[in-house]
């Protein structure tokens, strides 16, 4: 039988150091990256090769319940096309994960309103939504009882939470974890008394900022606290700017206040300074950026701009323009105000 890496899932290998699921004996618990992960938080190596369709199969035919995972910072980031067709029919519970992120003065009654409101354009029903933390193992009273009745697979797009909050559940840290998209390699089972608990890989998306960021600003983007949303009053034509990734460029009727629910610095400058501010950027920079500029319809005065992979900006106020100019890699979704 092949061995596994009890972190990832790939199937352990010795022959090879520079390919995936390399240990240096087969008995080892974890390979090579797993296991410099959790030593010394080292997660250069830990992206997978994963499939997406491989696991729309296995959850296709999975017959117990699913937690769907989503990360309450990137609710859209999260609405991965290919699962939401493979959940229709299925039980599925939805699990808003990261709630932490938000202040507990943000009711649960408004998070749910927002999350349902972008899941009604969609034909799928829920056993039960929850808000969890995977940070906060008190958030799991709720779910505990799911473990008795069956198998469970945890599915979800990529950094959501599966394996974190499988962690918790559990109280153990074996699961690989890590702010790098695909994380988990390969479907994994886990025997808990008479059922199976299921960690399954990442569904991914079009973003591929993450790609091209370094470690740092990749765990900056992985906040582990509750966030201070940056606030903005904008009364003439103004830019935030974030690195060297993009800019959001707002021209206000009156005023406009922008919130901005994103874990790394915003800066606010002239519009003709964005290019001088991209070229000096330090943080979330990331190399040959390929800008592309998008304006947004005037269509209501409280909006959102989700941008993937960093978070999302709450804007209102009538404005005669906003327009985005971000690298390529970046995938923006415009929506009602979230909250
Ligand atoms: N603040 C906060 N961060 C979380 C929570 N759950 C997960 N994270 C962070 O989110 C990132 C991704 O977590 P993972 O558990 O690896 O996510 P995953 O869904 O298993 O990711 P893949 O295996 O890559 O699909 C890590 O940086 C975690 O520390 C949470 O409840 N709160
Ligand atoms: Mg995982």
Not at 165 to 180: C, H, I, Q, R, Y
Not at 284 to 312: C, Q, S
Request: charge should be neutral; hydrophobic fraction near 40%; glycine fraction near 4%.
């Amino acid at each position: 039988m092949e061995n596994k890496c009890q972190g990832c899932g790939e199937i352990l290998q010795t022959e090879n150091p520079q390919e995936r699921g390399y240990a240096k004996a087969i008995e080892h618990q974890f390979c090579q990256s797993c296991f410099r992960l959790k030593n010394y938080r080292d997660f250069k190596h830990v992206r997978a090769e994963v499939n997406d369709s491989d696991v729309l199969d296995f959850i296709q035919s999975f017959e117990g319940t699913i937690f769907w995972i989503i990360d309450l910072l990137n609710i859209n980031q999260s609405m991965h096309p290919g699962l939401m067709r493979s959940l229709v029919d299925k039980n599925v519970v939805l699990l808003g994960n990261k709630r932490d992120l938000y202040p507990q003065s943000l009711s649960d009654t408004k998070l749910l309103h927002a999350l349902m409101r972008e899941m009604n354009q969609f034909p799928l029903s829920f056993m039960e939504v929850q808000f969890v933390s995977a940070k906060k193992r008190e958030t799991l009273q709720g779910i505990l009882p799911y473990l008795e009745h069956g198998d469970i697979a945890f599915v979800g797009a990529v950094n959501a939470g599966k394996s974190s909050l499988l962690n918790a559940l559990l109280g153990k840290d074996t699961l690989s974890v890590s702010p790098v998209a695909s994380t988990t390699a390969q479907v994994m089972e886990i025997k808990v008394n008479d059922y199976t608990l299921y960690d399954t890989p990442g569904l991914q998306n079009e973003s591929k900022l993450s790609h091209h960021l370094n470690d740092e600003d990749l765990l900056s983007l992985a906040p582990q606290k509750t966030m201070k949303p940056q606030v903005y009053q904008i009364y003439e034509k103004q830019s935030l700017v974030i690195g060297n990734i993009g800019s959001i460029t707002i021209e206000p009727i009156d005023q406009v206040q922008v919130i901005a629910y994103v874990p790394v610095v915003t800066k606010r400058v002239k519009p003709e300074r964005v290019d001088a501010n991209f070229k000096q950027a330090k943080e979330m920079v990331i190399d040959n950026a390929t800008y592309r500029k998008r304006i947004w319809p005037k269509a209501d005065h409280n909006v959102d701009l989700e941008i993937f992979d960093i978070g999302f900006f709450n804007i209102k106020g009538k404005y005669k323009l906003l327009e985005t100019n971000f690298d390529k890699n970046v995938e923006i979704v415009f929506r009602r105000a979230m909250i």
